[in-house]
């Protein structure tokens, strides 16, 4: 979710967002988000969520990086500087191991970690979210749902009346209803 | 002990705080006023870094003559000290990716801990070899970039594979440490009580609002980092150790290196988390967090790896004997067990493998005295493992007149008490600038154990 949400609610654990979310599901929205202290067991599920395809990337960087170190090193060997050492073959496979893995290991796992940051918005300092009061304790121990804008079962009455009864313990709209 | 008592004994987490009280506990380490003992602490580890670099300043001046390296002991302290760091460094690596990917859930309470140790013991681990280099100005020769003197590094030696092997070891130490930080900064970052505060570990925690999408890719990437890191940690050692066995030494030249250097690393690791967290578990009043569970699982860890460190022990002696090569039965069988470093022999064996057999009992295993000291123990051990294989196996090679006793200079025992204190340095200001055991996944584990006990598949 990139801009503000419509609609915000706190609970006080896991399992009351996922009432919450049961309940606004019932109402028949469906664009959601949760911020959470954690993660809550059931709730990517919940929210349908696929799995990330953050492991392909990496695969593929993977690939690159070790790759990209094994021609290196037949390169430098029987290319561009061959040296000959004890009649040894200049392109020695299994000297090259080593280096080939250590650096598919390195593109895999600096492509891993640049995807988590980018596929989930950071960096990125300032957001909307962070404008709600009492925001600061979704790191800490409060459990956010919220609903984007531009979902047409928005109804300000009736999603707050069945979040309350859900047990949220605040209702915040930010004014983005449609 | 009542069956209530030792049921508690062996939680992983003591009680069950709620995740608001859990977050001030553990974050409050960052922001508790500075002790009398930390300062004390603080200070003798600054004094120490300081002789560091006045030792590495005076190495780099007058050159590698410094230190009592001389042929044949081309590889004196140097090599010892960076084997014996970087071996320490593994057993962060393994508590934090094996331990995950092998659902151990008490790791949790102690991942980010020794991951800061790992990240420490590497740096001091990369400043030998570097000086080692005798001109440490040229270290970027070892690695690949098209150079206007038209020459590569030779890259079927195995020392442009420790360069890589330990740069990236490094790295992704870093970034696994870094990844999984996040979330904890993010919540250093709401609960700061000064807006200078609030805006460093705002920035450092990259806007991190942990919303579904956010904890989506972030759960992936650090069980995909864990992954990945688990063949990492042993391909690092098994390259140093390559160093040794590719060579045609007597003593060094052995199949048996990789796993026996693996073995051995995470073996002096598990010894220096121990050391360390026995009073940093008491000075933070983290008894509810660390519990007997945790000392009672890395003991039985250092049981099992001492028991693998005596089998290669053995091993080296029957293959030395089975090979018939003379100079392997006199290095192994004669120049270690009665040679002129014998005491070095005798005490690396007890204190590797004789002291440990205490931990067969549960006693032992969680009385904190007696862990703390066999640790020492351990860490004194394993270091004259690596003097048994680089001092002993040079001063005594192919031909005797060429044989030479090693002795240390007093610049090679101020290097490596100076990273002695370099470590502590860094890792006193860690335990006060971050949170050092994982919130998020600590609330996350509290959440799962209470979901488990009332019944309810997590």
Redo the contacts between chains.
């Keep these: 979710m990139k801009h503000a949400p419509a609609l915000m609610a706190e609970f006080d654990s896991g399992p009351a967002l996922l009432g919450g979310l049961r309940a606004l599901r019932a109402c028949g929205l469906s664009r959601f988000d949760a911020f959470t202290p954690y993660e809550i067991t059931g709730l990517q599920e919940a929210l349908g969520v696929r799995r990330s395809r953050l492991t392909w990337i990496a695969l593929a960087a993977g690939l690159v990086g070790g790759g990209g170190a094994y021609f290196l090193q037949w390169w430098i060997n029987v290319v561009d500087y061959p040296l000959n050492i004890g009649g040894r073959p200049y392109h020695s496979a299994p000297a090259f191991i080593p280096i080939t893995f250590e650096m598919a290991i390195l593109f895999a796992s600096a492509a891993a970690l640049i995807s988590a940051l980018v596929l989930g918005g950071l960096p990125r300092l300032w957001h909307p979210v962070f404008e709600v009061d009492g925001f600061d304790r979704a790191t800490i121990d409060r459990f956010w749902l919220a609903v984007g804008v531009g979902d047409s079962a928005l109804d300000r009455a009736r999603n707050t009346a069945a979040l309350e009864a859900a047990g949220a313990l605040r209702v915040v709209w930010l004014g983005g209803e449609s | 002990m009542t069956a209530v008592a030792a049921a508690r004994d062996d939680e992983v987490l003591i009680g069950r705080p ?3 009280a859990l ?1 001030d506990q553990l974050l409050s380490t960052t922001r508790r006023p500075f002790t009398r003992g930390w300062k004390v602490a603080f200070a003798i580890c600054g004094a120490l870094t300081v002789m560091l670099f006045a030792m590495v300043t005076l190495t780099v001046m007058r050159g590698i003559g410094m230190w009592g390296n001389n042929i044949p002991n081309a590889w004196g302290f140097g090599i010892i000290n960076f084997v014996w760091w970087i071996g320490i460094g593994h057993a962060g690596t393994f508590i934090s990716a094996i331990l995950l990917v092998l659902e151990q859930n008490w790791r949790t309470s102690i991942n980010r801990f020794t991951e800061g140790m790992t990240l420490f013991a590497v740096m001091q681990a990369g400043l030998f070899p570097l000086l080692h280099l005798g001109r440490p100005w040229f270290a970027y020769w070892l690695f ?1 970039y098209p150079s206007v003197m ?7 030696s195995a020392l ?2 420790d360069a ?2 330990v ?2 070891y490094f ?2 130490s870093l ?2 440490w ?2 999984g930080m ?2 904890d900064l ?2 250093l ?3 700061a009580h000064t807006r200078a505060r609030r805006i460093v570990y ?2 450092f925690a ?17 069980l ?2 864990a992954g ?2 688990t ?2 940690v042993v ?1 690092v050692h098994s ?1 140093v150790s ?1 160093d040794f066995a590719t060579t045609g030494l007597p003593g060094w030249h052995s199949t048996l290196f990789p796993p026996f250097f693996v073995a051995g690393a995470i073996f002096s690791g598990f010894a220096l988390v121990m050391t360390l967290i026995i009073p940093v578990r008491k000075v933070f009043k983290l008894e509810n967090v660390i519990t007997p569970r945790h000392f009672d699982a890395m003991a039985k860890m250092m049981l099992i790896m001492s028991w693998i460190a005596a089998y290669a022990y053995i091993a080296e002696f029957f293959v030395a004997w089975y090979s018939g090569d003379r100079y392997e039965v006199y290095q192994q069988l004669v120049n270690r067990p009665t040679g002129w470093y014998a005491w070095a022999f005798w005490v690396m064996l007890f204190c590797n493998c004789i002291v440990t057999q205490l931990f067969w009992s549960r006693r032992m295993r969680r009385n904190l005295k007696v862990l703390f000291v066999v640790s020492l123990l351990i860490n004194l051990g394993m270091w004259l493992e690596r003097f048994e294989i680089i001092v002993v196996s040079l001063s005594r090679d192919f031909l005797p007149s060429s044989w030479h006793i090693f002795v240390p200079t007093w610049v090679d025992i101020g290097i490596l008490t100076g990273t002695l204190g370099f470590f502590g340095l860094l890792f006193l200001g860690y335990l006060r600038l971050v949170p050092f055991i994982p919130i ?2 600590m ?2 584990m509290r ?2 154990l209470v ?1 488990t006990s009332q019944g309810v598949q ?1």
Excluded: C
């Design positions: 709620s995740d608001g977050s690949p038209g020459t590569w590094p030779q890259v079927r442009p594979w890589a092997a740069t990236t790295l992704v970034m696994f870094y990844l996040i979330p993010a919540a970052r709401d609960r705002g920035i990259l806007g991190w609002r942990g919303s579904a999408q956010q904890w989506r890719h972030h759960k992936v990437a650090y995909l980092l990945l890191a063949p990492l391909s390259i390559l998020a996944e609330k996350q959440a799962e979901a997590p």
